[in-house]
């Protein structure tokens, strides 16, 4: 197929930083504030944007983006429909990854393990921080449900906001946080030569972290 850029020949060195063990914490969730915390200086825009991947319980994956909103040694949330295609994913299937990826910095941050949902407590608060609109909308739509037009989402958004009008508007029932508890973390850094640096903490028994390079 013709494409108007040459796909194949699109590529840079990546040159800026390097990663050594020595710059490691021996705490991932600290490691992943410290590259976050650079990433947010860097004013890197959706610096909290993440690929979240699913699989269905026979190994069918999916991925889509979805923002981080919190993280603590328990691990990241991000929260969502929980009757949206990747709510009945991970119901069925609670195993997910996410994916992180700072092209300014040249790093990616790789994670996977199970998922849990938030408290109900966890969610409302969250919920109620949201501006008025994102309540309404999480109560207009039937988040991945095939729909007739934009009019009906527009009719659906019109109705609830007529509804909750001058009221406090509810946390909705299929609305909360998911909580990703880390097995793995891997941090990337691109080096020149396609030489990258690569650091894999995995989760030991114990809690603690085994700490391993891996070839890039
Ligand atoms: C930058 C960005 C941030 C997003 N954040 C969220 C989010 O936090 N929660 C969410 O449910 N969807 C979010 N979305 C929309 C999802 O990518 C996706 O379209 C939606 O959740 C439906 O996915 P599903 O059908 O696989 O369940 C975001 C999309 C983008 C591009």
Redesign the pocket.
């Known amino acids: 197929m013709d494409t108007p850029l040459d796909i194949a020949a699109l590529r840079h060195d990546y040159v800026a930083h390097g990663l050594r063990r020595v710059d490691l914490d021996p705490d991932p969730i600290k490691q992943f504030a410290r590259w976050f915390g650079d990433a947010a200086a860097a004013k890197i825009r959706?610096v909290n944007?993440m690929s979240l991947a699913t699989a269905t319980p026979d190994g069918r994956p999916?991925a889509?983006?979805?923002?981080l909103k919190a993280i603590s040694e328990r691990g990241f949330v991000?929260?969502?429909?929980y009757a949206?295609?990747?709510?009945r994913l991970l119901e069925a299937n609670p195993q997910a990854a996410l994916n992180f990826f700072w092209p300014q910095l040249e790093r990616q941050i790789r994670i996977d393990g199970s998922v849990e949902k938030t408290s109900r407590e966890e969610s409302e608060e969250y919920f109620h921080s949201r501006p008025l609109g994102s309540q309404l909308g999480a109560w207009a739509s039937s988040?991945?449900e095939v729909i007739a037009s934009r009019e009906a989402l527009e009719v659906s958004l019109a109705l609830v906001t007529e509804q909750y009008a001058g009221g406090a508007i509810p946390l909705p029932p299929h609305w909360g946080g998911y909580r990703l508890m880390p097995e793995t973390i891997e941090f990337w850094q691109g080096r020149t030569n396609r030489l990258h640096d690569r650091f894999r903490y995995r989760r030991q028994e114990d809690s603690g972290w085994i700490i391993e390079r891996l070839a890039p």
Not at 78 to 81: A, D, G, I, P, S
Not at 84 to 87: A, D, L, P, Y
């Open positions: 959706d944007a999916s889509r983006v979805v923002l991000f929260f969502t429909n949206s295609e990747k709510g988040q991945s």
